[in-house]
């Protein structure tokens, strides 16, 4: 687990893959030919913290989808590359766009497709339910299920190693806030301690 974490402590910017990853991989079809995709809440507050935690997040997927288009933009998720089917393309040019080093760089994926990627990048991770091959390939696979908090897995694994996971968390209690008439400071002592000792484990 330790080499897990000491790959983790080194991530600056995770690539997500969206079907399967981001959801359970159905797609559902309108009879305009409108695509449809569901997604999890826990994992989008995920995505949400890692970013306030100084962690850049980008999406590659090969298909095209106006749905993934709004959910970015709701999370505030800019580097979005749809449509590659070859995701190596999309990988090159977010590279070179970031311009950080491949030991910097985590890819979530659960498919083959994703494999040319995951054999790049520093820290390479699979969905519980991805394929066998993909799990092989992988330095870390999640608890949880793509589109059922896999994604919140992934974020709190990198914002633990790296110490981030309690103070991001401990930011939505605000000091000058109380919560059923106890003040934050109380409420961090009730859970454990001082601002640090709260924050557990996400994977």
């Not at 970015?72 to 995701?87: A, E, F, H, N």
């Not at 393309?89 to 491949?102: E, F, S, V």
């Not at 991770?125 to 793509?146: E, L, M, R, S």
């Amino acid at each position: 687990m330790q080499d897990i974490l000491n790959k983790a402590k080194k991530i600056e910017l995770v690539i997500f893959d969206v079907d399967g990853v981001m959801t359970n991989g159905s797609l559902f079809m309108g009879d305009d030919g409108q695509e449809y995709k569901a997604f999890n809440s826990l994992d989008g507050h995920g995505m949400r913290m890692l970013q306030e935690g100084g962690i850049a997040a980008a999406i590659i997927t090969g298909r095209k989808s106006s749905v993934v288009e709004h959910r970015m933009k709701d999370l505030g998720i800019t580097r979005v590359y749809q449509g590659y089917r070859d995701k190596i393309p999309a990988y090159q040019a977010l590279m070179a766009d970031i311009g950080l080093a491949t030991e910097q760089v985590a890819y979530v994926g659960d498919d083959v497709v994703d494999l040319p990627i995951m054999t790049r990048v520093g820290f390479a991770i699979a969905v519980q339910d991805a394929h066998p091959y993909v799990k092989k390939h992988a330095h870390w696979i999640t608890q949880n299920n793509g589109g059922q908090g896999a994604v919140r897995d992934v974020c709190e694994l990198i914002l633990e190693a790296r110490g981030l996971l309690a103070p991001v968390s401990y930011t939505h209690l605000r000091a000058h806030e109380t919560y059923e008439g106890i003040s934050y400071s109380v409420v961090c002592l009730k859970m454990g301690g001082g601002g640090g000792g709260g924050g557990g484990g996400g994977g």
